[in-house]
Structure formats: structure tokens, C-alpha cells
């Protein structure tokens, strides 16, 4: 993390794997992590320890590729090639929802989450994979409103 406009430079240590996407939290604070093997931290930026790392049974199975941050710096969306979204609670730690996100084609690859976002009025997430699916997600019930097909990812 680098301080502008001093270059102060702070380092967060891996857990011994690739880092592949990260958001900062809107409260500024907090800054959270996608890895290379499913897992997500979420970082306390001034301390520069995080604050619990997802990692157990309901950690994602392929590589983290997207993430969003709620505006109630409580909520964070993440997108993995393993054809799911989680929804994780940034206070506690705990999958609140995993959503089927991917649309499966006739491919034997599920396909890839590439894009997850947070709707700022309503309590809505819109989820894109490589099927060529847009998908808008109610997050009171964790259920699909609507989807709209693309011709491509």
C-alpha cells in the first residue's frame, strides 16, 4: 500500500500464495484480499494485520477473480473461477450466501466469475460470468430477479 503523496510504502504479507484481486472497504479502514487458492482476508490497513482469513470448507475452490465492497462497509461480493459468488460478512467472517452465479453451458469448465458489483440503492448484486450471463441477485433472499444473456462472456 503506498501513502500519496509521501511514498510511504506498507507491506501485507501472503499466506504463500498469489494475490488476485482486492477492494478497499468504503470506510477507508479496511482493504480485502482475493488469493490465487480461494481464500479472502480482509486487512486492517493501519495495523497492516488482517482481521480473519477465509480459508475453511466455505472458502471458494478456484481462484478469486472479482470483488466488490457494500457501501455499509459490512458486506463484500466475491467472484471466483470456480463458478460461484460468496457473500461474507467483513465483521464476522461468516458466507452469508453462496450463489450458483456461473449459468452452466455445455462446457465441462464451469465458467469463470468475472465481475461482481453492488447495486448503491436498492439490496441487489449483479453477477457476470464467461456463460454470457448477467445475473441480478435479490440480497434480502439470496434469490435470482433477473438474468440476461449475452452472446459471450
Partial sequence: MWKMPSGDCKTFQSHGC??????FMKDGKRASVG???GTLK???????MHTFHLSDGTAHQ???TCMDAHRDNVLIATGSEDS???VVNTNSGKVLSTLAAGFQTDSDTPPSIEAVGFSPQQPMLATASLSGVLGVWDLSSYRLRQQCKHPGG
Fill in 18 to 23: 498469489r494475490s488476485t484481486c482486492g477492494a
Fill in 35 to 37: 488469493y490465487e487458492d
Fill in 42 to 48: 480482509i486487512w486492517d490497513l493501519r495495523q497492516g
Fill in 62 to 64: 478456484g481462484s478469486i
Fill in 84 to 86: 460461484t459468488v460468496k
